[in-house]
């Protein structure tokens, strides 16, 4: 074990099923302030149990996919916007087209 590990092992009582004295003696002063102490030294640290962390953790990467799908049909529906504006627009010059074609008079010489 690295020297962390040995320090929170034995900060935290990890690795042993006794507790310490000061545990067992909650009442007394000095067990009490040490209690605050290190309650307000990890005041943004929190222990969270592995299945809870690892549920946090799947979550975070199905956000992640989720994402990546949304971005994805994002860019297929902008093509698909842009592709529909392009044929009606076709749509559109080849009615003209169509109108100018037929007001035309045909002369047809044989």
Do not use: C
Not at 37 to 54: F, G, Q, R
Not at 74 to 82: D, G
Not at 88 to 95: A, I, M, P, Q, S
Not at 99 to 109: A, H, I, L
């Amino acid at each position: 074990m690295s020297n962390y590990e040995e320090r929170m092992s034995k900060k935290y009582n990890f690795f042993s099923n006794e507790k310490d004295e000061t545990d067992t003696n909650v009442n007394e002063p000095d067990a009490i302030n040490e209690t605050s102490s290190n309650i307000e030294s990890d005041e943004e640290n929190m222990m969270v149990p592995i299945s809870a962390w690892k549920k946090v953790l799947d979550q975070l990467g199905n956000l992640h996919e989720a994402d990546k799908l949304m971005a994805e049909a994002r860019e297929r529906a902008a093509k698909a916007e842009a592709e529909s504006e392009f044929l009606r627009e076709k749509l559109k010059n080849t009615r003209d087209e169509l109108n100018v074609f037929k007001k035309k008079k045909r002369f047809f010489f044989f």
